[in-house]
């Protein structure tokens, strides 16, 4: 069974940063495509970025395109979400997510993912 523990999230200005890590366990996490995804409330889970299992391919929202960076450290089972230049909208819950898939694909989609962190808030003040 895996487990994913996100953290770092935290209360910023808007124009700030923040970087999230997620750390998993109870796997083999160089097989496994990450990805994560945030939800506001009252709004339905939405997609923001990808890695697959090498590091080699990511995939981005276009809301998030050019400010947020993913990336992994398979040493340390460790996926990272660098978040630049944040804007209100960009408050949520963040939640990493996993899926054994070693391909070049990105995964986009929440249905596609079958292992979940417990998320870690986010949120910017304008």
């Known amino acids: 069974q895996v487990q994913l523990v996100e953290s770092g999230g935290g209360l910023v200005q808007a124009g700030g940063s923040l970087r999230l890590s997620c750390a998993a366990s109870?796997?083999?996490?160089?097989?496994?495509?990450m990805g994560w995804f945030r939800q506001a409330p009252g709004k339905e889970r939405e997609f923001v970025a990808a890695?697959?299992?090498?590091?080699?391919?990511?995939y981005y929202a276009d809301s998030v395109k050019g400010r947020f960076t993913i990336s992994r450290d398979n040493a340390k089972n460790t996926v990272y979400l660098q978040m630049n230049s944040l804007k209100f909208e960009d408050t949520a819950a963040y939640y990493c997510?996993?899926?054994?898939?070693?391909?070049?694909?990105?995964?986009?989609?929440?249905?596609?993912?079958?292992?979940w962190g417990q998320g870690t808030q986010v949120t910017v003040s304008s």
């Open positions: 997510a996993a899926r054994s898939f070693r391909s070049g694909i990105i995964l986009l989609s929440p249905g596609t993912y079958n292992y």
């Open positions: 109870g796997g083999t996490f160089s097989t496994y495509s």
């Open positions: 890695i697959n299992w090498s590091g080699g391919t990511t």
